[in-house]
């Protein structure tokens, strides 16, 4: 998904093309989206104190576990964009994404991805042909990833009001298929400030048009000021809605730091991102300490699903999401 949009300063904006034969994703965005969201940073060893700090150090998968014996932990879900190749290219269907999930993977939980059903949103019998395929394999719809539906911190008042109104088709299968968000992009242009000021106007409208339907609207660091995590932190609480909060991504934040970002983000986590590029030998995470990470989300208190996103390219998306699962489960995630 590519860190491309309409204004400059603005979010990251996963462009789709229409889909071909087969159900595959062609156009112009396609080939655009190849190359999403390049990230810098490496990993750091997480630190603890006393006789946790020494156990940490032999197993750094022991800091990263919950320690309460009556923790609820977080369960694995699999956001659609793991599988964009396949999509692309026609060998995984749009509509079987909840099937691949539960049967090539055991994972119950899916995240889909806007683009992929564009072409089908508003079709009579699209919505319930979708919820049925979910029931039907046990898997839980999670929530919806929006783009390329305008900038919902336009400086233009009209254009920001019909990116909010460009929104409201995509909560209705939202809240069809039993999802708990959709995940948008805070996208402006212009001054810091101002860029603050125009995103918390437009997510507080959309927040307030999806109160009534039992959702909420999360952001994700995806690129421009979204990728600063004080600055996407400050601007949620301005919204002050308690149905508006982010979904952190392990990746995305380019020159800001990205466990300070994580810190920043996740007290207004409603989800999180398990971005991943590629594994070591031992099946560690090459570019991001996946300890250090769950250890952040877990001082939060946060106990929901963490959708793994896989971006690499020396593994294939079948190896690199397994990879990506089995790193979570060592770190003590459910399926």
């Known amino acids: 998904m590519d860190n491309t949009g309409n204004l400059g300063s603005g979010a990251g904006v996963h462009g789709m093309g229409s889909r071909g034969a087969g159900g595959a994703v062609t156009g112009a965005a396609s ?3 190849a190359g999403r969201r390049a990230v ?16 940490a150090m032999q197993d750094p998968a022991i800091a990263a576990k919950p320690n309460d014996k009556d923790a609820k932990p977080m369960r694995i879900s699999l956001a659609q964009w793991s599988l964009h190749k396949s999509l692309f290219a026609g060998t995984v269907k749009p509509l079987d994404f909840p ?28 919505a319930e042909d979708l919820r049925r395929r979910c029931s039907d394999a046990g898997v839980t719809s999670v929530l919806i990833m929006c783009d390329g539906e305008g900038a919902l911190g336009d400086p233009d008042g009209a254009k920001r009001a019909k990116a909010v ?15 708990h968000s959709i995940r948008v992009n805070a996208q402006s242009d212009g001054e810091r400030a101002e860029q603050a000021r125009l995103s918390a106007d437009g997510l507080r409208r959309l927040a307030e048009v999806a109160k009534p339907l039992g959702l909420n ?35 995305n934040f380019y020159e800001y730091d990205r466990y300070r970002g994580v810190e920043d983000l996740m007290p207004f986590a409603k989800a999180v991102s398990a971005k991943s590029y ?19 989300v877990r001082a939060a208190g946060y106990s929901g ?29 459910g399926a």
Not at 40 to 55: D, E, Y
């Open 31 to 33: 080939r655009d989206l």
């Open 99 to 126: 099937a691949v999930a539960a049967r090539d993977y055991g994972i119950r939980g899916v995240e889909y991805v806007n683009g992929f059903y564009r072409d089908l949103l508003g079709k009579d019998g699209f």
């Open 217 to 251: 609207v999360i952001v994700e660091n995806h690129g421009g000021m979204s990728s600063h995590g004080d600055w996407l932190a400050g601007v949620i609480k301005s919204v002050g809605m308690d149905n508006c909060g982010t979904l952190p991504d392990f990746g």
């Open 40 to 55: 810098l940073g490496a990993g750091v060893a997480v630190a603890a104190l006393g006789s946790a700090a020494w156990g």
């Open 165 to 179: 109104d460009n929104h409201r088709a995509w909560l209705d299968l939202a809240k069809h298929l039993g999802c």
């Open 278 to 296: 590629d594994f070591d030998a031992k099946g560690n995470e090459t570019k991001i300490d996946y300890p250090r990470m769950l250890g952040l």
């Open 305 to 333: 699903w963490i959708g793994i996103e896989y971006e690499g390219g020396r593994l294939s998306e079948p190896d690199g999401i397994k990879a990506t699962r089995e790193l979570l489960a060592r770190l003590g995630c």
